[in-house]
């Protein structure tokens, strides 16, 4: 068994990694730590643990968290997340990083989207952790950045495309649409229950942070610049990402064509399904499983390709991919605690 | 046309009022007033606003509001009402004040559920503005303490049962479910959209506020002193209460027994709907209108009366009805700017 | 007062159509008719019009409500529309219809979309019923084609940049979000409660009839044949719809620029608003009210344009609009029986 | 590994079942029938399911479905049921019915509810599966009546009372809400996204079937009859049941009275949970679990006590507790396969 930790375990992503990694066969959960309620248990904040044998929340003291654990989860604000690791690092323990702190290779991209960088040096330690794109530069890392929710989503749909060069890069367009939690648990006017039910919004258009770290894994896979335009809405669930990907066709292909490429892309992936039967992903098809799920229509009428990409942002785009990229750190099976199938229901 | 003014214009009861004021033929908003929102324009809180002739948001000035409107509408929380109305009267305004501060007749009884009063001398002035039981009184009043929403839907499911001593009133339960709209616009976790999306709770169970309301004018009603059970739950829409009360019948009845008792007691009531054929309302069946609906089925089997009562809990239950009390209070007709049919979609 | 007649009163627009309708104050209902539920009240379908004076629920007699009436609506299915409507006509009645029979100028373009049509000769006679593209041919027409929810709320958000030619109308990319009510009130697996709850899904991706009719009004405004990408989603809400647009600048514009255009094309127009301080429409902002909300955002970096523009499918997407033609078409002030403000909440 | 066959695998209880058994480790699933959707995959009903290894949809031949299988599943219509059981028990098959035709011990109760009873001489062999109350006779049961949703959470929420002489049984108030698929996966309009969306409404007063299952059960467990109100409500989510239930109390209890009470009727149960905190369950809590959470206050003023009984209506009310009896029935661990945490979000 091994020892893993969580700081931050009472945000949303947060409290779903506990929830996932309290059935995880291979680790037991050695501390929580939460700066704004420690001393409680973490029922007191979600009832549904009542009765499971979770430790008390406590102050985060990063010495001891990174003796203590083998891998340590940081769910904290960016910024929060760069100062924190460094000590878990030096304790030696390995970490899996929430935050956008060490999803970039560089600091200056980060600076124009989140501000100057507080650790910089650290970033060449860390390996972006898609596994589908960087599986072997996550089994012999240290320090670990877990992709956004929107850009895991927006990613694993459009990279095989992009890679085979079906689609034009200079025209793509991802319209996604995210359930609530990806917001976070913070108390604003803007997430009462009143503000988001029965409505949806358009937000930060041309402006959301996500779209830079796409952009950087996109143009990594397409060994050239791809700028993009990504509009995030949100939408009254609680959970869930669906992308709706708009990309001009280069040359006519079939559903098959696509098919193949995808496929031959995505072989051997065990948390990527491809709609072979021509159908499209909807949130309820993966809502509580690690899975993204990727479904397309070919428009002939217009030479398009329309992409549909669904994951769970709290599984797939948050806490499961985290323990994916644990277990690969850790060398345990991949799928290990991670099995769960969607609640359609 | 009338000249009137909201305080507390950007809360959801204040939202309300302003959006059917900005409708009702004989009045004319003259000012909005929010101490938190004070130098913007209300569509800056609420954009549906947009394009509307609204006076802006200005800081209340009890003085001039009270000179410059023929009714003010209190839509604080209580304790503050209690301070803004004095100087609202003295200079010569009606008021509707929405808080609770002006609902007891009996300073403490105030007192055991709020803490002190701060202006009990203004109690033997205000009138309760429940039309159906104290019409005449609002006509003739200058300051109106406007009912609470589960008081509204409770008392007007009951009373004609309990004048007419149907049911044994040692054993009534009121069980009540409400949009979370009756919450108010604060954000709190509680209020998140993912703490209330897919959950229903009951809370403050025996100690809701509301309990000591509803007895106050039930007893009234009795001429005896009523005690009951009433528990108040938060269920996952923006508007609506829906109140299922059990009771135990004094002696047999048939359904229309009962139709003959509520019917006479409520004939030539506009915003009361009894239902004829034997069917029960729901919340669809009133959200936007200023209707209170009643029906009950009579369990013969247990020899008891289930009646089930719902309303709008933001227009019957708040700004409708405070509407419908200025109405009266101006000798205004009484369904004026009150006529809107619920959307029942 | 005019007389005025529903056929089709218990569809969802349907029954918004009368909501309306009764708080009309130049119209009194002659006839309401139903096939599937004649000889009802319509409050046994939608017990919210329990109480209202409306006449009972009638077999439709096209003969008998065509002479009774000053105007009908035909809330039918499609083809179906295109057989009641003749007799309606042939009996003196002008006719608003909501289904797609005579929204297309080209009985060709129809018959690919939808199958033959069964009165092709009609097809010149019928005028396409939005207002602020034909508001002339409206005020003259007999027969008015009421056009679809997507098809209002997509072609306004488009109509001023295409006409100036600020956009690459070869590249558009429409990404329509609609409530369930739009997709009717019939009882299918597909919208079950627990099907739609806490989901999202694209459909018809690249096959929606309603692409056609854009197409077809965006083309006249053009003067140029333009083909698009539309993808309906289906959310979990009764109503509104939201479109968001991506466009490909032709030259560099500001914000401002955009403005000058699209106040420009809308001057007068009581029921399309600008978010004149750059915000973006949601749709709490316009749901219960016949307004059709937009606003944008430039993105200079990619030299695009994103439209967003937002409608309540129910009033300003089918039962507004009809309403709206048959003030034109009636020659009664526009906004008559119109003025309803969005509720918020 | 044993054998195990679901009936009816395309209903929500059916495909609920299939996702629980589908992580059972001591299970493999033989068949899977369905007679609406044979031949078919289970993931064209239920997309979720795709990319699992499961048996196609059948017919259900029960001969050979009860050869094959140590435990068959149930999922039918009552009465349905009735016929598919004889064979089942015929062919060597151990049975959970998830209908209400192996529910009673008295065929007449049953015929007063639902009919005739198709198979009465049946019923002295089935148990009532309901753990917690029948455990030692649902390990050596052929065949299990597995209760219904509604019934698990009150007789949870109510025994300890009973049993105790806590309450006066003729007094007794049950109002339970109910999540939609409850209601099952038909597709009806009372069940259309629009009719249950935003509203909330009582259904089925003085007159649903569980109030028969409820009052056979709690009248054993009381040792004299017991007749009691059960009122049902329909809520807008998922998933999930919360009952609120009214008792007078027989003498004074304090809060620590009843726990002591509850603590030790349910000592040792794994799937039952008292809120030690005096906090009450929502939910939320359980939705996911096979947990039944129950929590109370006691009301001094008025001596009653209000207990809150919470659970998910297709694991604890329905899937989850047909596996906890089928670990039961074949001398499993008893929590193999149920030990999944609530999803809180």
Known sequence: ??????????????AELIRLLSSHPRVRI????SSSAAGQALSAVYPSFLSSRLPELETPD???????????FTALPHKVSAQAVPPLLAAGARVVDLSADFRYSDAAIYAQ????????????????????LHREAICGAQLVGNPGCYTTCSI??????????????????IDAKSGVSGAGASATRDLHFCEVDENIKAYKVAAHRHTSEIEQE???????????????????????????????LTEPQSHADVMAVYRNFYEGEPFVTLCEDGSLPEIKHVNGSNECRIGWVVDRRLSRLILVSALD?????????????????????????????????
Chains 1, 2, 3, 4 share one sequence.
């Not at 990063?62 to 340590?72: A, C, I, N």
Request: hydrophobic share 45%; charged share 15%.
């Open 1 to 14: 068994m091994y020892s893993v930790s969580v700081i931050g375990a009472t945000g949303y992503a947060g």
């Open 30 to 33: 050695a501390h929580l730590a």
């Open 62 to 72: 990063y010495d001891l968290l990174g003796r203590d654990s083998d891998v340590v």
């Open 113 to 132: 989207w989140y501000g100057a960088h507080p650790a910089p040096s650290l970033l060449s330690r860390a390996v972006y952790g898609l596994p589908e």
């Open 156 to 173: 694993l749909g459009l990279a095989p495309a992009v890679r085979a060069g079906l689609i034009d890069t200079d025209r793509i367009v």
């Open 218 to 248: 996109l143009s990594l896979v397409a060994g050239k610049p791809i700028a993009l335009s990504f509009t995030p809405h949100l939408i009254p669930v609680k959970r869930g990402i669906l992308a709706t990907i708009y990309c001009e």
């Open 313 to 345: 942002n709290l599984v797939k785009g948050a806490a499961g991919q985290a323990i994916h990229n644990m277990n690969l750190m850790l060398g345990l099976e991949e799928t290990e605690g991670l099995t769960h199938r969607a609640w359609y229901l």
